[in-house]
Nanobody
């Protein structure tokens, strides 16, 4: 499975961005999908996840109420809508795929895409 994340860039605090992650797999609907982020000098952290059938979503406390994860299984794509961005949201954002999994832990992910950098200035 190949994953390609896009949509990052430089923004101001309070702005919004939508990240996309396109997957190559015809079995995309079998994967829990997650977004993670890694700030300079820090570990990769969980941000949001969505179940394979789109029935459940999960969020880190730091983004709850501001970020929304969604997926379109017909387009093999998962999205992360980020509102009210803060400087502390600055990081490289990665999407990952977890075969029939919850996609909430780094160690559970089966595939990773290359990251997309989000820079939020105050």
């Amino acid at each position: 499975v190949q994953l390609q994340a896009s949509g990052g860039g430089p923004v101001q605090a309070g702005d919004s961005l939508r990240l996309s992650c396109a997957a190559s797999a015809r079995t995309f609907g079998s994967y829990g999908m997650g977004w993670f982020r890694q700030a300079p000098g820090k570990e990769r952290d969980f941000v949001a996840a969505i179940s394979p059938d789109n029935s459940a979503t999960y969020y880190a406390d730091s983004v709850k109420g501001r970020f929304t994860i969604s997926r379109d299984n017909a387009k093999n794509t998962v999205y992360l809508r980020m509102n009210s961005l803060k400087p502390e949201d600055t990081a490289v954002y990665y999407c990952g795929a977890d075969f029939f999994g919850a996609a909430r832990r780094v160690e559970d992910m089966d595939y990773w895409g290359k990251g997309t950098l989000v820079t939020v200035s105050s």
